[in-house]
């Protein structure tokens, strides 16, 4: 029990050091600068191998957050902790010009047992969304002089969601499960306007939020098996949709760098706004053959259509932070993956116990810039488990996956990533039961 208690003790530090980390930015995008930045991937180690799949995705020695449902099928006698991070470098082209970043971020961080029979639990800190930028255009004035006009662009925060879950088996092949997440974060985003003369204000505009709210998904998963070999589950997810507060503000500033008087506007003028999150609805099947070879599409649909911005605007003379809609549009993404495992989980043969993964997605924009629809995205990986023996046959996972990543739009910039990431599934054995005779 002091062993046991110890380990929990390190659990919970390892997951605080989580929620820490996951403070930092996950991107370099202009893209996040706009709605509530970047959409971030929340799989697990062996759902990145195949590139988000996971709906339907059940396995009873890897925690797979994206349906609760499968927590039903977690092992009895085994605590499972997995943990990710990642590193990235990014092209950005645009008009013949180009340009490379690079970020490394703490990803997530999960833990899952099983309570009782059929009954398991998890919980875990995932990333929701990313904010990370920062860039400059500077102009002349005009022809006739040399004055140059500069607009610098800064912005950094992004939504985090720490959740405790639950899936049930009532019926054998019926699974059922909800996660209750908190959701936090937020954005900082600075626009700045200045002049190479010095007689002249500069202009700045920085728009802040800062959430603290819930989130609910819930989830199902129905298995049949087709013969002794096959098996065949299908996937379903639900997560509310509903308001997040958040106190969106915007603070214009001039200043005078004669004077160095600032003269400050904050909006909104009157009472607070509040941000949403979408409706999001998910669909999945996967095929398992003879413990060897898993196969599966996902589909996902969050409705941000019905979602309304903060956005700073003039109307009618009169300036003011105001919620506006048809800033977003429905994203719909299909991914496609498949896991196979050579030998099999119990093979001698230590390649034989390797599984190699890979999937690819297309996703659609959903944001709309200047009118136009932004960036759709396309992304292809490839993976690998290994198995990691340590103690007494208490099989572990190192989770290795590559990631290419394209976002493009005809009006702006193209973005291609080429993504590391590094996942380690610890499985302890907590709940032996020994027997001495």
């Known amino acids: 029990m002091k062993i046991m208690y110890r380990k929990t003790i390190f659990a ?6 989580a929620m820490t980390a996951s403070a930092q930015s996950g991107t370099n995008s202009p893209y996040s600068q706009y709605g509530f930045g970047t959409i971030s991937e929340q799989a697990g180690g062996p759902g990145r191998g195949m590139n988000g799949l996971g709906i339907a995705y059940r396995e009873h020695n890897q925690v797979n957050a994206l349906n609760p449902a499968s927590y039903a099928s977690l092992d009895s006698i085994t605590f499972i902790f997995d943990v990710g991070l990642s590193g990235q470098l990014t092209n950005f082209k645009e008009n013949g010009k180009s340009v490379n970043a690079k970020n490394a971020n703490f990803e997530y961080v999960m833990a899952g047992f099983r309570l009782a029979r059929r009954l398991g639990l998890s919980f875990g800190v995932l990333p929701y969304t990313n904010v990370g930028y920062s860039y400059s255009t500077s102009q002349k004035i005009d022809a006739s002089t040399t004055d140059v006009f500069t607009t610098t662009f800064t912005g950094k925060g992004g939504l985090h969601e720490a959740y405790l879950g639950l899936g049930w088996e009532p019926i054998k092949g019926i699974s059922f499960g909800v996660n209750g997440g908190y959701l936090w974060g937020g954005y900082d985003r600075t626009v700045s306007n200045s002049y190479s003369d010095s007689h002249v204000n500069t202009l700045s505009k920085t728009y802040s939020a800062s959430v603290r709210n819930y989130k609910l998904d819930f989830g199902l998963q129905l298995s049949a098996r087709l013969s002794k070999k096959d098996q065949i589950t299908l996937g379903a997810t639900y997560g ?3 308001k997040i507060g958040g106190k969106p503000s915007c603070q214009v500033i001039s200043f005078n760098p004669q004077t160095s008087v600032a003269d400050t506007v904050s909006y909104p003028r009157n009472g607070e706004l509040d941000l949403e999150i979408p409706t999001s609805f998910g669909a999945g099947l996967m095929w398992y ?3 060897k070879i898993k196969i599966g599409v996902d589909y996902t649909l969050q409705k941000w259509s019905s979602v309304k911005s903060a ?6 003379n009169v300036a003011d932070l105001r919620l506006t809609e048809n800033c977003f549009r429905d994203r719909h993404k299909v991914s496609l993956g498949a896991e ?6 119990m093979s001698r043969k230590f390649l034989g116990r390797i599984r190699y993964r890979a999937g690819v997605a297309y996703a659609t924009p959903y944001l709309k810039i200047n009118g136009h629809d932004g ?3 396309l992304t292809a990986s490839l993976g690998f488990g290994i198995p990691i023996l340590h103690g007494w046959n208490k099989p572990s996972f190192l989770n290795i996956s590559a990631q290419y990543v394209r976002q493009d739009c005809k009006q702006f910039i193209t973005e291609n990533t080429f993504r590391i990431n590094i996942g380690l599934t610890f499985s302890e054995r907590w709940f032996d039961k020994w027997k001495v005779e």
Not at 12 to 17: K, N
Not at 311 to 316: L, T
């Open 289 to 291: 053959h003879d413990g």
């Open 375 to 377: 960036p759709k995205e």
């Open 12 to 17: 919970g530090i390892l997951m605080w050091s």
């Open 311 to 316: 956005e700073y605007a003039v109307v009618d």
């Open 340 to 345: 196979i495992c050579p030998g099999g989980e």
């Open 240 to 242: 509310i949709g509903h």
